[in-house]
């Protein structure tokens, strides 16, 4: 029950980031060239639940997609960025109070990096099912 509520939040919010940004799928390519992550990383660690331990480049692509997204600036998660993008789509309007509880619970997460940090404010945001998290997006729409 909670593995399927979770996929349909997954579901709901992959929806919502692409309907935000049209290009995402053109940023998710650019920024797995960008830090060499392959599909078949990508796709393992989703299929793991998000459970196993990422390698830098899932954190670096994690960190690229947010920057890319204005989420993420000079190495800080910008979480009025993320709410702002959220509260323009239409299926997040009645989930913003949920959504801002998760995203200001995971505003202040820090890491050895920026790409840990960047990593570790998405897995947050999975936690709080604030957002479903970069990562999850990229899955959805490449296959």
Do not use: R
Request: hydrophobic content about 40%; glycine content about 6%; proline content about 2%.
């Amino acid at each position: 029950m909670k593995a399927t509520l979770l996929s349909a939040t997954l579901v709901l919010l992959m929806a919502a980031v692409v309907q935000c940004d049209p290009n995402f799928h053109q940023l998710m390519k650019q920024c797995m060239e960008e830090t060499k992550l392959t599909e078949a990383e990508l796709k393992d660690f989703m299929t793991g639940g998000m459970k196993s331990t990422a390698n830098e480049n899932l954190k670096c692509y994690s960190k690229c997609l947010m920057e890319k997204q204005g989420h993420m600036v000079n190495g800080q998660f910008n979480a009025d960025a993320l709410l702002t993008t959220l509260k323009n789509v239409p299926q997040m309007k009645d989930k913003m109070d949920e959504i801002t509880s998760g995203v200001n619970a995971c505003k202040d997460m820090k890491g050895t990096n920026d790409c840990d940090t960047a990593f570790k404010v998405t897995m947050c945001l999975k936690e709080h099912k604030a957002m479903g998290g970069h990562p999850a997006v990229a899955v959805s729409q490449q296959g």
